[in-house]
């Protein structure tokens, strides 16, 4: 519950800002509704102390990105603010540097220089408050243009047009409607023809 409670945190917050460079925050970030999108990378990791979740832009770069960094406590899911926030990456990208807190609680941001496309590497947040202090590792983290799943790629069926399918629907009542009433004529001139004969089979006079 508590690691559920620090990612929704990450996405009812902004959207990592575009790359910077000289520190420069380009445009108002936006609003996210899903873990993954086309354009974020995200990655997470907790400790029985504190909850990690960092977001960072998966397009490629011409420069410095930024990585968002969103702490939380781990029982409670509360915003850490006031911490100092550590990002170590290893690997195709190395980095270790202090995250700044942001505006708003338990947000912090770093900066990675210009990372490769394709480039992966291992990333540890370490987390110091007042009275805490724990590593948080998250895992392999890739850097770059994500990967679309197949099942995105492929051609979805061209959906029929409302109007189209009620014209349909009406011309084939239409069409039920005709061939109902010819049947019927066809019945009822089946009808009178097998009833002339016995009609003309009754002696004058007779009661039928």
Excluded: C
Aim: hydrophobic share 40%.
């Amino acid at each position: 519950m508590a690691f559920a409670g620090v990612l929704l945190i990450a996405l009812a917050s902004a959207a990592p800002p575009a790359s910077a460079h000289g520190g420069e925050d380009h445009g108002a970030p936006e609003p996210e509704i899903a873990a993954v999108v086309g354009t974020t990378h995200v990655g997470s990791g907790e400790t029985a102390t504190f909850s990690v979740v960092v977001k960072y832009p998966a397009a490629p770069a011409e420069g410095p990105l930024t990585m968002r960094v969103y702490v939380a406590d781990t029982d409670s899911s509360a915003p850490i603010a006031g911490a100092t926030v550590r990002v170590e990456l290893k690997g195709e990208v190395t980095m270790d540097q202090e995250a700044k807190a942001t505006g708003s609680p338990g947000v912090y941001e770093a900066t990675v220089p210009a990372p490769p496309n394709g480039a992966h590497a291992d990333g540890i947040v370490s987390v110091q408050t007042k009275t805490a202090f724990d590593l948080v590792t998250l895992g392999k983290l890739s850097f770059g243009p994500m990967d679309v799943p197949a099942a995105a790629t492929e051609e979805h069926p061209e959906e029929i047009p409302i109007w189209q399918a009620a014209a349909g629907a009406l011309g084939l009542a239409v069409l039920a409607g005709g061939a109902g009433f010819g049947i019927g004529r066809r019945s009822r001139r089946r009808k009178s023809q097998d009833a002339e004969p016995h009609e003309k089979s009754t002696p004058a006079g007779a009661t039928p």
